[in-house]
């Protein structure tokens, strides 16, 4: 049974799986986009118990983002951000959501319908779509063009099917063949006429960045009321890449400086410098002008100076540091997917 309030919005999940369940007592999977500010908490817990099995959605905050959104006390957390997560272990899967940033999108079953799954056996990584993200992919021109030619209904805007020439430029690029095109160079298509986007394309020179949609990713998020976002994206196709760097303490420290700065996106941002040569910095592939975007694991995203060096400190001897380089952080920046933290499996 779907329920869709038209006061809801598309910030919210304006449609609605019920309890509709079939004769085994097995509901379906709910989504959930949450979106916060630097201040906030998504506005639950997750548990780890001995009497319920799974990631156990505890201690729902009232009137905050995951109640105003329609978490429910108990539900079976399944994935994250796209990642099935129901197999790994808790503690990894609490530091998937505090990569995460102030944006995360959760699939959950409601608690009765998982124990009822596990107890028939049921794979649960089954009863969700393969693959629910949009793709980011930046498409380089050879001498024939870049390899994808646009359809448009006659008369109509924002509508753009993309077919793709095999070996070309686009699907190197990662672009699936019968996608929809979202956003082009980090701006929405929704208004373009298909003159419009011709001139955009021409104005792109020898680069161009897609956000594209296969008709299945469309047609999963249209059905849950959630708007397509290139935060939401499957960033595996760019050469643009977060590394994650594993430092264990020498006798002479780490081997860098970490310094605050403005970053490209505006506000400020946490950069790695003086990286000294043959010490566990530079040996884990630290490089200049790196930014730091989570600590351990966790989002730095909205905390201070002070702050990040107090999650660098917390462990003595060793520390992992998710990192991009200027180059990347600009790109990112560019095409409107803010932080790139959770863009990492």
Known sequence: KFEFNPKDGIDNPALTLTEDTD???????????????????????????????????RQ???????QRRGLQEGDRLLQVN???????????????????????????????SYEAAKSLGRDLSQMLPD???????????????????????????????????????????????GSWLLELNGDSVKNYSQTQLTKKLKQSGNKVTLLVASSAVEEFYRLQGLRI????ADTSWLPFKVRELHMVKGPAGYGFLL???????GGVGQFLWDVEA???????????????????????????????VHRIRAHDDQVTLLVIDPA??????????????????
């Open 328 to 345: 990347g952080d600009e790109f990112y920046h560019s095409v409107g997917f803010g932080d790139p933290t959770w863009s990492c499996p």
């Open 131 to 177: 693959d629910i993200r949009p793709r980011l992919c930046h498409i380089t021109r050879d001498k024939s063009g870049f390899g994808f030619s646009v359809s448009c209904p006659e008369g109509t805007k924002g509508t753009f099917q993309l077919s793709v020439r095999q070996d070309g430029p686009a699907d190197r690029a990662g672009v699936p063949p």
């Open 259 to 265: 310094k605050e700065d403005d970053c490209s996106s």
């Open 23 to 57: 004769g085994e007592g097995v509901g379906e999977p709910r989504f959930y986009l949450l979106t916060k500010d630097s201040t906030e908490t998504f506005g639950f817990c997750l548990h780890e118990e001995l009497v319920c099995q799974g990631h156990v959605i």
């Open 278 to 308: 043959g010490l566990p910095a530079e040996q884990a592939g630290m490089k200049e002008g790196d930014r730091v975007l989570a600590v351990n694991g966790e989002s730095i995203e909205g905390l201070d100076h002070e702050q990040t």
């Open 229 to 232: 976002t290139a935060a939401l």
């Open 82 to 112: 796209g990642h099935f997560v129901d197999h790994m272990d808790h503690q990894r899967v609490v530091q998937k959501i505090k990569a995460s940033g102030n944006q995360v999108l959760l699939a959950v079953l409601d608690g009765e």
């Open 60 to 66: 729902i905050e009232l009137g905050g983002v995951a």
